[in-house]
């Protein structure tokens, strides 16, 4: 007796990951990824290749501290021995959070209904010895006109303006529902931003572009204009992953997760 | 013309680090430590061996998020520039946060009046992918207890009970100005401890102590007999390095420095 794939328990893993030494996460040619990492392991235990699938990609150098990912397999173990079983032989910066088996239909991609990233920003003289997850600029930044910009960006609209290139999507309008900033210390400064999808880049184009606002290159108001525009040339530069994290994905409330 | 050395001008440097790859703040023939790894940039700066004075040491491992050490010397460059000078030169685990020139009775380590530590406990089931700078503890803590047990520190007190192996040092009395703890997220703990001087190990050993409290070895009210005792041996473990940060040293008013 044989099990078709479809009839094999569906295997949820939480998963928290510094980007830093990773391709991002999709398995790719030119490197390690947080995906082929994870799924090297999965072979390894259970003796055969199976397939992941997270609730998006993220990109090189960016960190996560809640990705989703599944993979179907039936073995002898129980669900919730998998987070222990990958920790065992994955690298420190990746980690299995907990893993559970969940029904049948559950689907870690298109079951997203929002997620939330973060974007930190060390804002003083000199890079952080501390603190590897964020983006360090030196230079003098008006932080309330950055506050100022965050409201334009929310609601449901066109981003094309903030997509990165050669990205093929179906529509680029998304619904962002908060763009909040707080301020958690005297120098460290914190975004975070929800919305129910996510163009390629185009978080790190958005803070890229009001940290131009900061620096006095825009006015607050700019971006209304530079979304309306849909044009990539007219927004700011893109921010470096190594400040962006993957910080929350919601799921329907009756899978339990949230 | 010749300079003595006392006519030198002081040199201070505010230095935050990760301690992970060191064998600790002090110079040591087994492995590089912040002391050598700085005083050997001053010497290809200057072709001239000089000595850093630090606030005090840090254990091997533990980080500093604000140490502070001087050096003396004469040099065709303004005190600010040391900063950008070293930092050019050192790992990106070692920062110097600014240089600046003290008068030149200013000592390091004579002039301090107080020093805070902190200790970053990450309290759930699996370590951190994102964060090295914590002490991952798995188990279950009643943290309530653990709150109840600080306030038994803070006075004048010997500390004797608290104090690491092989320590030479006249008294073993120190004076606790506050021990706090913060709950930063439903995961991490803060420990704040102030005080005018601390023995060698002694914050590891009163967070090793009331870590045991929390797994309900001991009661919180056991912190006075076992500091009575002045017997190493009636308190806890000692908590490990990675969760300690030097986080705070206040030097006198009229220095400008805090």
């Not at 079983?85 to 209904?113: C, D, G, W």
């Not at 501390?130 to 609209?157: A, C, M, N, T």
Request: proline share 5%; aromatic share 10%; hydrophobic share 35%.
């Amino acid at each position: 007796m044989s099990f078709s794939l479809s009839e094999s328990p569906n295997i949820l893993l939480k998963i928290e990951y510094e980007g830093t030494d990773f391709v991002g996460w999709q398995r790719q040619a030119d490197g390690p990824s947080i995906q082929s990492m994870i799924e090297d392991v999965l072979e390894y235990i259970l003796e055969r290749r199976v397939v992941l699938y997270a609730s998006g990609r993220t990109d090189s150098g960016v960190h996560a501290r809640s990705q989703y990912a599944m993979f179907r397999a039936t073995s002898k173990y129980e669900p919730e021995r998998w987070a222990r079983m990958l920790n065992h032989k994955l690298p420190p910066t990746i980690r299995i959070l907990y893993s559970k088996e969940m029904p049948s239909e559950f689907h870690a991609q298109k079951h997203v209904i929002s997620k939330t990233y973060e974007y930190r920003v060390l804002n003083r003289k000199c890079a952080s010895a501390l603190d590897r997850g964020v983006h360090f600029y030196p230079g003098e930044l008006d932080w309330q006109k950055i506050r100022e910009s965050l409201p334009y960006f929310v609601g449901e609209k066109d981003f094309k303006a903030f997509q990165g290139a050669k990205s093929v999507v179906k529509t680029s309008v998304r619904k962002i529902t908060r763009f909040d900033l707080t301020q958690l210390s005297s120098e460290l400064f914190v975004f975070e931003v929800e919305g129910n999808g996510f163009l390629k880049q185009m978080v790190r184009n958005m803070v890229g572009t009001v940290l131009e606002i900061g620096e006095g290159r825009m006015l607050p108001s700019a971006i209304e204009g530079i979304i309306a525009s849909r044009d990539r040339r007219r927004a700011g530069r893109t921010a470096p992953p190594r400040g962006l994290y993957l910080a929350e994905v919601v799921y329907p409330e009756r899978y339990g997760l949230n």
